[in-house]
């Protein structure tokens, strides 16, 4: 059977309205021109948006900190600066509380040493004596010997998962980076064979 073309049927251009042949239903510009044209109306014209040099070089910069294991240094989020408070907070009663520690477990001065320390000016503007009852709550304080070991342990143990949490952070990035050396390794030799 020989080929017969469809019967051409008189439409109307999508883009600029003129009127044209067609022989497919689903044609609707009466040209390519206007097809494009058509295109950028809809979507804008490419370059628009289009990278200058200074975004090439923060991006270059960007992916080097990436193959290096690094990320780019972007500001802190208020959610995140909260919790940056959150942990100094934590830190501070932290070391409050081995300051602590370390005193009640300090050995009493002996009167030698009492003897050279220097003694405090007193002025006129002197904090007044404390009362009994100060005396007594700052008594009630103190840690007592079984307290104090308690707490020494609490704080070994916390130490302990410290270091263990820094242990598994420190073996994700070197397996990290064995990964990103590996891929680096393979991507070139698949380059210089492709050459």
Known sequence: MPYVPRPATT??????????????????????????????????????????????????AEMKLLLQGRSTPTPPTPAAKAAAKARFAKLAQKAHDEEKITKATAPAPTAKAAATKPKKKITKATTPAPTAEAVAAKAAKKLTPAQLAKKKAEMKIRLQEANAALGKAEQARKMDAEWKDEKRRRSAKLQSTTK
Do not use: I, W
């Open 11 to 60: 439409a109307h251009c999508a883009h600029c309205n003129a009127s044209f042949e067609k022989r497919h239903a689903s044609r609707k510009y009466c040209s390519n021109s206007c097809n494009v044209q058509a295109s950028y109306a809809r979507n804008g014209r490419p370059g628009d948006g289009r990278a200058t040099r200074a975004d090439l070089e923060q991006m270059l």
